[in-house]
């Protein structure tokens, strides 16, 4: 083949890859991932483990949330909650205090539910508190 022939096919494979990605691009932009916003007292099975948040309440020295778990056991508590509040994401505090949900809280054995309260920092305005686990969350909204 001739250098010109070469040259020619490999501008129209540019131009074809150029043309599938802008079409990809198009179709990406279109997709939505929402994640429903739950109620207060309203059950969720998340990957292995079922949540229920039953309230949210902000006090002085923070965001008590108060969380129903069972599925498997030996998880940690406090892991894959957040909360949004004041357009920053945080983190449970390990807080010590009655009936506080703290850095050795786990999951008991046989499916037996745990309750106890989690404690975010202070926050002006709590937009929803979020369980994340094995890829899928879910958020509940005060």
């Not at 008991?108 to 309750?115: L, T």
């Amino acid at each position: 083949m001739k250098t010109r022939t070469l040259l020619l096919l490999s501008v129209g494979c540019g131009l074809l890859i150029v043309l599938a990605g802008g079409i990809k691009l198009f179709q990406v932009a279109s997709d939505r991932t929402d994640v429903p916003v739950l109620e207060l007292g309203d059950e969720a099975l998340i990957g292995d483990m079922s949540v229920m948040v039953s309230t949210i309440e902000g006090t002085s020295s923070g965001v008590e949330v108060a969380v129903e778990m069972s599925g498997v056991s030996g998880a940690a508590v406090l892991e894959g909650w957040s909360l949004l509040g004041d357009g920053e994401l945080s983190e449970p505090t390990a807080a010590v205090f009655e009936g506080a949900c703290d850095a050795t809280t786990v999951v008991p054995d046989g499916g037996v539910e745990i309750r106890c309260t989690l404690r975010f920092p202070a926050v002006e305005a709590a937009q929803y508190v979020a369980y994340q686990r094995g890829g899928e969350l879910r958020r509940w909204a005060p």
